[in-house]
């Protein structure tokens, strides 16, 4: 039987972190600290907050504009280093890839056919998989939950720990996690997801 595998696409596949960091930038006039990023990834944002006494109603307002700017620019997303290539060794290798990702055609008071973007935005990368999308985090777990996998990858710790781990392999593509858990596999970039996807190294 063919090995099957999943991955999230935004944070995965297409690269948010790039467009956070220059959104944060605009915003605030100045480069967006690791220690923030770092404590978004980690659920430390209020302990961050409070540590460098920011307001923070100015943080909740710059999250909830950046995240309706990046629902309207999900087409513009650059490809995140190294996926293409590894999708492609990976496919090589005889291993389907399903790509499971929520991206909700609704954010607030804005609606576009999401679907049609993310698959067009595929296109134009060269990359050629089945995607399901789902409207919001539950359906996407659902989703992977309901199928045969392997494992799925995720830059998201909280998707990860609702998967049932006894059958699907959770793997952990961030480098900003400090809260190593044994259960995930972690890798920092797809050099090292593409070896040991493709066996060519063991963890």
């Known amino acids: 039987m063919k090995r099957r595998i999943s991955l999230d696409c935004d944070g995965v596949i297409a690269d948010v972190e790039s467009f956070f960091i220059e959104y944060y930038k605009d915003y605030f006039g100045n480069s967006v600290p690791q220690d923030f990023i770092q404590a978004c990834y980690n ?91 789902a409207e919001n985090k539950q359906e996407k777990c659902n989703n992977i939950k309901d ?12 998707i990860l720990k609702q998967l049932p781990i006894s059958r699907i392999k959770p793997i952990l593509l961030n480098s900003h996690y400090k809260q190593p858990e044994e259960k995930y596999l972690q890798f920092h970039s797809w050099t090292g997801l593409t070896e040991f996807l493709t066996g060519k190294k063991n963890v």
């Not at 540590?51 to 309207?72: M, R």
């Not at 199928?147 to 909280?158: A, F, K, L």
Request: charge should be negative; include cysteine; glycine fraction near 4%.
């Open 147 to 158: 199928e045969i996998y392997y494992c799925h990858v995720d830059d998201d710790p909280i």
């Open 43 to 133: 659920g430390k944002l209020e302990k961050y907050v409070q540590k460098e006494n920011i307001d923070f109603n100015i943080i909740k307002d710059f999250f909830k504009e950046y995240e309706a700017d990046l629902f309207l620019s999900l087409p513009k997303l650059q490809i995140i280093s190294g996926a293409k290539e590894g999708i492609k060794e990976i496919t090589r290798k005889g291993i389907e890839i399903i790509v499971n990702s929520y991206r909700p055609s609704k954010y607030m008071d804005i609606t576009q056919d999401t679907e049609k973007i993310t698959e067009d935005w595929f296109e134009r990368n060269g990359i050629y998989v089945p995607i399901h999308l």
